[in-house]
């Protein structure tokens, strides 16, 4: 699921979709093709009994149990709320004025050890592992992100989903 293999695969269906929307325009006037690009989701699982956390919202699991990411895993990211990212699949989908967009879904930078530090506030019973080594996120501005929150406010959200209640979220059930 994570890694350098999966990273590229993304990027190849993202070219793959582009270069098929190009070549068949002529052909297909109507086509509208949005790419929804989210960061690290996190946040409420569907079905807790039947699907868990799959993907990186269960990344959150091991750190819930005290243990600690594997290093390769706890780069600085950007996350994002699942529901966030469901409605700018819904915006990409529904707006008439979304056409040709690559849509970031990057809603909060953050580093593990801000995780742990959510983790320990809402959880202070619970025993966490120790910081991480306080890898910062870069300084580093995720310009297009300001479209993606626009049109989740044009679909009645207020903003995006904070990383705090993304974690609230991803551990209700844990």
């Known amino acids: 699921m994570c890694g350098p293999v999966y990273i590229a695969s993304k990027v190849e269906q993202e070219q793959a979709v582009w270069k098929y929307h190009k070549e068949n325009q002529a052909k ?3 086509l509208v093709v949005n790419a929804i690009l989210p960061n690290l989701n996190l946040g409420k699982s569907l079905d807790p009994v039947n699907q868990g956390h799959p993907s990186t919202s269960g990344f959150i699991l091991p750190l819930f149990e005290g243990k600690r990411l594997p290093e390769n895993w706890s780069t600085p990211q950007y ?13 990409a989908a529904i707006l008439p004025d979304v056409k040709s967009e690559r849509v970031f879904g990057f809603a909060e930078p953050f580093c593990w050890d801000d995780v742990l530090e959510i983790l320990r506030k809402q959880h202070p019973n619970k025993k966490f592992h120790e910081n991480f080594a306080g890898v910062p996120y870069p300084d580093i501005v995720i ?3 300001d479209r993606a929150e626009e ?3 044009r679909l009645g959200k207020p903003g995006w989903t904070s990383l ?10 844990l």
Do not use: F, M, Y
């Open 164 to 173: 705090a209640d993304s974690l609230r979220l991803n551990t209700e059930d």
């Open 151 to 153: 049109l989740l406010k």
């Open 28 to 30: 297909r006037p109507d």
């Open 143 to 145: 310009k297009p992100r």
């Open 79 to 91: 996350a994002i709320d699942v529901q966030d990212a469901g409605l700018l699949h819904v915006a």
